[in-house]
C-alpha cells in the first residue's frame, strides 16, 4: 500500500504542479502510508501489551499465593533456594521458569523481568528487502554502482553541453564501460554471486541510457535499430536475472532502464518514442514475470511506468496526441492487469488466492485517470473506455474462473468486482442521469440478490451502494418531474424501478436474513424505507402532474390509500412483517393530509376532491384496523382513538365551513359546529356507546375513556372561548336569552360533559379517580356561572344596545345593576335550596357568592351617582339579603355532614 499511496501522490501532484507537485504529491503518500502503518502496528502492540499485562497480574497472585515456597523446594540446590530466599515479597511483577534438576523434578527459579531474556523484533517484509540489497561487504559495492551509474548520466549530459570529446567517443566509453561490468559480473557469478550481480545490474542501466541517447538525442542510429537495441539489452538483463535467480539484478537492470531518459535529461516533441521505449522495458518485465513471482520488480514496472506517464501526461496526454499515446496506455493497461495474474499463480500454496491489491486496483484507477485526460473531446469516449475495460475485467474474471476456480477465487472476486465497477461508470457515462439511475437500481438489485445467493459480502455492499446511489443521481439529473403520458413516461418509469429495485432488495434480505454480515442489521429496513419514500413521493408528484386543480387533493389522497390497502393485501401473501408499516401508516398519513389542507387556506375539508378522498381513507383505515385486529387482538389505543378525533374535527370543520360558505351572515351558526360536533360525538358514546356495532362496542372503554375525553375537554374550552368572545347573533332569528345557537350549543355542551363524566366512572373505573365528585361539580358549578353571566351579558348587548366589548360592558351601569341583581337571586336560590338539603358546602358557596355582591356594590354600583340602576340593585340586593336571612339560614355542622 505504500507504493500505490506514493505513486497516487506522484500522480496527482505531478498533474496538478508538474514535478514539484510530484516530488511532493509523492512525500505526501509516502508520508500518509507510513503513518497508517505505524498505526495499525501500534494498535497490536498495545492489544499485546495489555495482554501480557494481564497475564503477568496472574502470575504475580499465583506467586503470592505460594509464599514463593512450592511443595517439591526441599530438594533444590542449595544455590536455587538461596536465590528465592533473597527475594522480597512485594508488589513488584515477578516471571519465572522451569529448569529440570532430575528427570522426575522441576525446580522452579523466579526471576525479575529486567533479567529475562528478551526475544528480537522480526524485522518486516521491506526491512528484509533493504538488509538484503545492502549489507555486509556488498554495501560500498552496491553504493558505488548507482554512484557511478549517476556519474556516467552527468558525465553524459556535461560531454554534450560542453562539446569535450567527439559524440561518438563519448557514447562508445559509456558503451564499453556497461559491457565491460556485464562481463565481469557474469565471471563472478559463482565466485561472488551478490558482487557480480551488483555488476551486472549497472552495465544495464548504462547500456540503456547508452542506446537510447544514441538514439534519440543524437540520431546517430536509426529508430528501429536502437530499439532493437533496447529490446535485446532488456532481454539480456532478463535473462540474465532469471539464470542467477536475482531479483536484485532485475531490480537494478530495470531501475536504470527506467531512469535513464530523465538522468540524461532527454526531452521531446512526441511522446511515441519515450512510451515505446518504456513498451520494451516492462515487455522484459512481463517476460520475467512469466518465469519468477518477484513482486518487487512488478511493483518497480508499474510506479516507474505511471509517473512518467503521469508527468508527461500535462503535456502528452491531450486529445491531439491521442492516436500516439492511446496505444501505449492500453499496452501498460494489458501488461500490469496481467501481472497480478501471473504472480498469484506462481505462488507457494500457503499463498493461494493472494491479491496483490496495489497492481489489481491501482492499475485501472491510475489508466482510468490518464484516459479521461486523453478523451476530453470525444463524445462517449468514456462510456466506451468504461465499456471495454468491464468487458475485459469480466472476461478475464471468467477465463480464471474456468482454469483455475479454487486456486484463483480471490482474484477472480476482485476482477468481476471492478468489471461491475466500470460496467456501471459506462451509464452515466453514456446516458443522462435517468437512465443512469434506473440501469443502476436494477444492477444494484441483482447485485443483492447474487450476493445472497453466493454469499458475497462484497457484492452485497456494492449492491446497497448502487441503490442507493441511483436514487440520488436521479435527483440531481431533473428531479421528479413528468411526461406528456401519465405513467408511461420516462420519469416515473425510472422512479419505479428505483423503489421496485429497493424494495426487492429488501425482500430478498428478509428471506436471508441468517446470511447477512454484522454490519447488514438496518439494511432491510433502510432499504424498504428508501423504496417505500421513491413510491409515495414520485406517485404523489404524477398524480399531481396529471389531475385536475378541483381533484388533486382527492387524487393524491386516494394514491395513498389504494397503496396502503395493497401493502395490506400483500402482507400475510408474502409473509413479510415490514409491510405492515405503510399500511399502517395510512393513519399518520390522513392526519398529514389534514394539516396540509388547513395551511393551504382550504375551507372546508370536501373541496378539491376530498368530497371522495375522505371517505375513501376512513373506509379504507378501519378496513385495515379490523384486517389487523384478527393478527393482532391487542392494537395500541391510538389506532382507535386518533380516528375518532380525525371524524369530528373533520366533520366540525365541514359544517362550519359550508355554513361560512353558503349561508353569509350566520357566523354565530358557523361557530357553534365546532362546539356541537365534538358534544355530539361525546353524548353517542356515553348514551349509546355500548349499542353501536364494531369498533365501539369491542373496545367501549377506550373509545369511552380516551376517546371521549379530550373530545369533552375541547367542547368546554370552545363553551368559554365562544361564550366569553362572542355576542350570539342568531340572525336570521330574533335574539332571545337560551333560545339561540351559542346558548342552545353551550347547553349542548354542558350536557356531553355531565354524560361523559357518568360514562368514565361507569365504564373506565381507573380513569374515574382522576374526575373526583367535588373538584369535578365544583368545575361544571363554575362553567354554568360563567355561561349564566355570559348570557345576561349578551341580552343586554342585544336589548340595551350596549356594545359587546369588555370596556363597554364593564362601564354600563345597566350591566352592572343586572349582574348584582342576578348575583344576589342566584345566592338566595343556592341558599334556601341548601339549607332545605342540609348541604352546608352549597350554602358556604351562595354566602361566597353574596358576599362578591356586597363588594361589587361598594365598589362599581356606588359610583353611578343618581343614577336607577343604582337604586335598582341596592334596593333588590337589600331586599333580597333580607329574604336569605329568613328563608336560609346556615346548615347546621352535623346536618351536612361536612364543614
Known amino acids: 500500500m505504500t507504493l500505490l499511496f ?116 522480526q524485522p518486516s517484509p521491506l526491512e528484509k ?62 565466485d561472488r554471486p551478490v558482487y557480480a550481480q551488483v555488476l551486472q545490474g549497472g552495465g544495464s542501466g548504462i547500456l540503456y541510457l547508452t542506446v537510447y541517447a544514441t538514439m534519440h538525442l543524437y540520431q546517430l542510429i536509426p529508430v528501429g535499430f536502437g530499439f532493437a537495441l533496447l529490446v535485446a539489452i532488456c532481454a539480456l538483463s532478463a535473462i540474465l536475472a532469471v539464470a542467477q535467480d536475482s531479483r536484485s539484478l532485475a531490480l537494478m537492470g530495470s531501475a536504470g532502464g527506467f531512469l535513464a531518459p530523465q538522468l540524461a535529461g532527454i526531452a521531446s516533441s512526441s511522446p511515441a518514442m519515450l512510451l515505446g521505449y518504456y513498451a520494451i522495458l516492462n515487455g522484459g518485465i512481463l517476460a520475467i514475470a512469466l518465469r519468477r513471482a ?32 492511446e496505444p501505449f496506455l492500453v499496452l501498460f493497461f ?33 489508466v482510468f485517470a490518464l484516459q479521461s485526460a486523453l478523451m476530453r473531446t470525444f463524445e462517449y469516449g468514456m462510456a466506451w473506455s468504461a465499456l471495454g475495460v468491464a468487458g475485459f475485467y469480466i472476461t478475464l474474471a471468467a ?51 447474487v450476493g445472497l445467493r453466493q454469499q458475497r459480502n462484497l457484492a452485497r455492499a456494492f449492491g446497497y451502494l448502487l441503490l442507493i446511489g441511483s436514487g440520488v443521481v436521479f435527483l440531481a439529473h431533473g428531479g421528479l418531474t413528468s411526461g ?109 393530509f389534514a394539516l396540509l389542507q388547513a395551511f393551504a387556506g382550504s ?52 359544517l362550519h365551513g359550508r355554513i361560512a360558505a353558503h349561508l353569509p351572515g350566520m357566523e354565530t351558526w358557523a361557530l357553534c359546529a365546532w362546539g356541537a360536533v365534538p358534544a355530539l360525538m361525546v353524548l353517542l358514546i356515553s348514551r349509546r356507546g355500548a349499542i353501536l356495532p364494531w369498533p365501539i362496542k369491542d373496545n367501549l372503554s377506550i373509545y369511552t375513556g380516551a376517546g371521549s375525553a379530550p373530545l369533552a375537554m375541547a367542547a368546554w374550552l370552545w363553551l368559554l372561548f365562544a361564550n366569553l368572545t362572542q355576542a350570539g347573533n342568531p340572525w336570521p332569528l330574533p335574539y332571545l336569552p337560551l333560545i339561540n345557537p351559542l346558548d342552545g350549543t353551550s347547553l349542548l355542551v354542558l350536557v356531553s360533559l355531565i354524560g361523559c363524566y357518568r360514562a368514565i366512572h361507569r365504564t373506565v373505573p381507573e380513569l374515574s379517580q382522576w374526575l373526583p365528585q367535588r373538584e369535578s361539580g365544583m368545575v361544571l358549578a363554575g362553567t354554568g356561572f360563567i355561561w349564566l353571566n355570559t348570557i345576561l351579558l349578551r341580552s343586554v348587548h342585544h336589548w340595551c344596545g350596549v356594545p359587546f366589548t369588555a370596556h363597554a360592558l364593564f362601564a354600563s351601569l345597566t350591566v352592572q345593576a343586572t349582574l348584582s341583581i342576578c348575583w344576589c337571586l342566584l345566592a338566595l336560590t343556592v341558599m334556601t335550596f341548601a339549607t332545605r338539603r342540609g348541604l352546608r358546602p352549597a350554602w358556604l358557596a351562595g354566602a361566597a357568592l353574596l358576599g362578591a355582591v356586597l363588594i361589587k356594590l361598594f365598589l362599581v354600583d356606588l359610583s353611578g351617582h343618581g343614577s336607577v340602576a343604582r337604586i335598582v340593585s341596592f334596593i333588590v340586593v337589600g331586599i333580597v339579603m333580607l329574604l336569605i336571612g329568613w328563608l336560609s339560614p346556615v346548615p347546621p355542622r352535623e346536618a351536612g355532614g361536612v364543614s
Open 6 to 121: 506514493t505513486a497516487i501522490g506522484i500522480i496527482v501532484g505531478g498533474m496538478l504542479f508538474h514535478f514539484a507537485g510530484a516530488l511532493s504529491g509523492g512525500i505526501i503518500g509516502f508520508l500518509s502510508a507510513y503513518l497508517h502503518d505505524l498505526r495499525q502496528r501500534q494498535e497490536a502492540v498495545e492489544k499485546e501489551l495489555a495482554r501480557l499485562a494481564r497475564r503477568l497480574g496472574e502470575l504475580t497472585k499465583e506467586a503470592k499465593r505460594e509464599n514463593f515456597a512450592p511443595a517439591y523446594s526441599e530438594k533444590m540446590p542449595d544455590e536455587v533456594v538461596r536465590v528465592q530466599a533473597d527475594m522480597p515479597v512485594d508488589d513488584e511483577t515477578l516471571s519465572f521458569t522451569f529448569i529440570a534438576a532430575e528427570p522426575a523434578k522441576e525446580e522452579r527459579i523466579w526471576r525479575r523481568p529486567q533479567d529475562m531474556p528478551v526475544k528480537p523484533e
Open 129 to 190: 528487502w533493504l538488509s538484503s540489497l545492502f549489507n555486509g561487504e556488498n554495501l560500498l559495492v552496491k553504493m558505488g554502482v548507482v554512484i557511478l551509474f549517476f556519474g556516467v548520466s552527468f558525465l553524459l549530459k556535461y560531454a554534450a553541453q560542453h562539446g569535450l570529446f567527439p559524440l561518438e567517443l563519448r557514447l562508445a566509453a559509456a558503451a564499453l564501460g556497461g559491457c565491460a561490468l556485464l562481463a565481469i559480473g557474469w565471471q563472478l557469478r559463482d
Open 294 to 325: 518477484w513482486r518487487e520488480l512488478n511493483l518497480l514496472g508499474f510506479v516507474g511506468t505511471f509517473i512518467v506517464s503521469a508527468l508527461w501526461g500535462s503535456q502528452f496526454y491531450r486529445p491531439e496526441h491521442f492516436f500516439s499515446v
Open 334 to 366: 494489458l501488461v500490469y492487469a496481467t501481472l497480478p495474474v501471473l504472480y498469484a499463480r506462481q505462488e507457494p500454496t500457503l499463498l493461494d488466492g493472494y491479491i496483490d491489491c496495489t497492481l489489481v486496483f491501482g492499475t485501472p484507477i491510475v
Open 399 to 449: 477465463r480464471m474462473f474456468r482454469s483455475e476456480p479454487g486456486r484463483l477465487r480471490s482474484l477472480v472476486e476482485a476482477f468481476l468486482a471492478l468489471g461491475t465497477v466500470f460496467g456501471t461508470l459506462t451509464i452515466p457515462l453514456a446516458f443522462d442521469g435517468r437512465w443512469t439511475s434506473a440501469a443502476w437500481s436494477i444492477e444494484g438489485a441483482a447485485l443483492v440478490w
Open 484 to 592: 406528456v403520458w401519465p405513467v408511461l413516461n420516462g420519469s416515473y418509469i425510472g422512479s419505479l424501478l428505483v423503489s421496485g429495485a429497493a424494495l426487492f432488495s429488501a425482500f430478498m434480505i428478509s428471506r436471508n436474513e441468517e446470511t447477512l454480515s454484522s454490519y447488514e442489521g438496518l439494511a432491510e429496513p433502510a432499504l424498504f424505507a428508501w423504496g417505500i419514500m421513491w413510491w409515495y413521493v414520485s406517485g404523489l408528484c404524477e398524480v399531481g402532474a396529471h389531475t385536475s386543480s378541483d381533484l388533486t387533493f382527492g387524487a393524491s389522497l386516494s394514491f395513498v390509500v389504494i397503496s396502503c390497502l395493497a401493502y395490506n393485501f400483500l402482507r400475510p401473501r408474502l409473509d413479510w412483517h415490514l409491510l405492515e408499516w405503510p399500511a399502517i401508516g395510512l393513519l399518520p398519513a390522513m392526519i398529514c
Open 603 to 654: 375551507r372546508y375539508p370536501s373541496l378539491h376532491g376530498g368530497w371522495f378522498g375522505w371517505p375513501l381513507a376512513l373506509a379504507a383505515w378501519y378496513f385495515i384496523l379490523h384486517g389487523n385486529r384478527q393478527r393482532q387482538p391487542q392494537l395500541p389505543i391510538l389506532v382507535h382513538i386518533t380516528p375518532w378525533w380525525l371524524i369530528s374535527v373533520l366533520a366540525a370543520w365541514e
